[in-house]
């Protein structure tokens, strides 16, 4: 059974750039969530992908969009990029989409933004 | 919406000693709760979890942890800890009975376990 896997696994970009993850869900999963990691803080939820449609977003400005494609892989995009961008994005699956499923997380793609 | 507080940033502590992790949590619904360990360099990995049922909830590698509802506290103990429990544990909530991610993370605990 693979594991989430995320690609790259670091990034350089410039302001205002625009840049895209990639994030591969474990076997059998079907929802996909996005987390935003700045240094020593928790992960801030950025949005979920059930089947393809978002489902639900937290407080994370329209620059950062997502895609989860028919195989439950995801994206996720970030245009005009600014120096507060420069995080760890974590991705996560679960069985589905409910609020009890554990999440199971990748190894993260770490942004810079110069 | 949910939100949890981690009350400690850093807890040090020596190898076979007892520790204690605070997390507390506030919530207008029912929620659900988690603990999660990161390692240097890795994702998160789900230590332990509390639905529903017994407050008291257990991991494999000796952690526990105790849902206090009168308290909104969900504090992460273990009676002896190892060199190998270093790592950084986020305290997680997420609404009961949602469709839908809202899970919330609090800033996280860096344990440090001293030899």
């Known amino acids: 059974e693979t594991g989430v896997t995320q690609s790259p696994t670091h990034l350089i970009k410039t302001r205002g750039q625009q840049v895209t993850l990639r994030c591969s869900s474990q076997?059998?999963?079907?929802?996909v969530s996005w987390y935003q990691q700045a240094l020593g803080q928790g992960p801030q939820f950025i949005f979920q992908?059930?089947?393809?449609?978002?489902?639900g977003r937290g407080n994370f400005p329209p620059r950062f969009s997502g895609l989860q494609f028919p195989n439950y892989s995801s994206e996720l995009n970030v245009n005009a990029l600014e120096l507060d961008d420069s995080a760890l994005y974590l991705c996560?699956?679960?069985?589905?989409?409910?609020?009890?499923?554990?999440?199971?997380f990748g190894p993260g793609t770490r942004l810079t933004v110069l | 919406a949910q939100s949890v507080t981690q009350l400690d940033s850093q807890v040090p502590v020596f190898e076979e000693a007892p520790v204690e992790l605070r997390c507390n949590y506030s919530?207008?619904?029912?929620?659900?709760l988690f603990w999660y360990v990161q390692y240097p360099n890795q994702g998160l990995q789900l230590l332990l979890k509390?639905?529903?049922?017994?407050?008291l909830v257990e991991s494999i590698n000796g952690f526990e942890a105790e849902f206090n509802k009168s308290q909104t506290s969900f504090h992460l103990r273990k009676p002896s800890v190892h060199i190998s429990d270093t790592a950084e544990y986020f305290c997680?909530?997420?609404?009961?009975?949602?469709?839908?991610?809202?899970?919330?993370f609090g800033a996280g605990t860096r344990l440090t376990v001293k030899p």
């Open positions: 919530s207008s619904v029912s929620v659900y």
């Open positions: 996560a699956s679960s069985p589905t989409g409910f609020s009890y499923n554990e999440q199971f």
């Open positions: 509390y639905l529903s049922g017994s407050t």
């Open positions: 997680a909530v997420s609404a009961g009975g949602a469709k839908g991610n809202d899970m919330r």
């Open positions: 992908y059930y089947r393809e449609e978002e489902n």
């Open positions: 076997s059998g999963h079907n929802t």
